[in-house]
């Protein structure tokens, strides 16, 4: 699998950790974040950090270790620091996760599980294409597919 190149759209750039990064996203946790994504690790790695300017203001992440994940299928999370929320950075670095993801990945399905209480995961689900699935384990459960660039038929 082919590592996270730098990627841009022109305004929201994610580019892979580097040194300093993990202190920048442990102190950019809040209650929303500890509320949707738990404690979170100690040593955080995520696939990308979210870039706006030269400024981190979150994460993007995958992983394929999940129980109920089918073959080909990847599950995707995101982060936006409170200050910067609100303006579609969670949006456009998604887009740029996906993006990788088909272009340099094996996966055909990109997955989320969302509380449905997170209403601004909820938009972000919607904004991005991807299609609800019914529930999972008490979360909204949503797909997209890597191969189309959009949201899965039912």
């Not at 738990?38 to 955080?44: F, R, V």
């Not at 997955?111 to 999972?136: C, H, M, W, Y």
Request: aromatic fraction near 8%.
């Amino acid at each position: 699998m082919t590592a996270l190149a730098p990627i841009s759209d022109g305004v929201v750039a994610i580019r892979p950790p580097i040194d300093g990064d993990a202190e920048l996203l442990i102190a950019g946790r809040d209650t929303e974040f500890h509320r949707w994504l738990g404690a979170g690790t100690e040593s955080p790695s995520p696939t990308g950090c979210i870039v706006v300017g030269r400024e981190v203001v979150g994460w993007v992440d995958y992983d394929v270790d999940r129980q109920w994940l089918e073959p080909g299928e990847v599950n995707v999370g995101y982060n936006v620091f409170a200050l910067h929320r609100g303006k579609g950075y969670a949006t456009r670095a998604l887009e740029l996760l996906l993006q990788h993801l088909e272009a340099n990945t094996p996966y055909r399905t990109a997955t989320l599980l969302i509380d449905p209480q997170n209403g601004r995961s909820v938009a972000v689900a919607a904004r991005t294409r991807f299609a609800a699935k019914g529930e999972l384990n008490g979360q909204m459960y949503f797909t997209r597919s890597l191969r189309s660039g959009g949201a899965q038929a039912p």
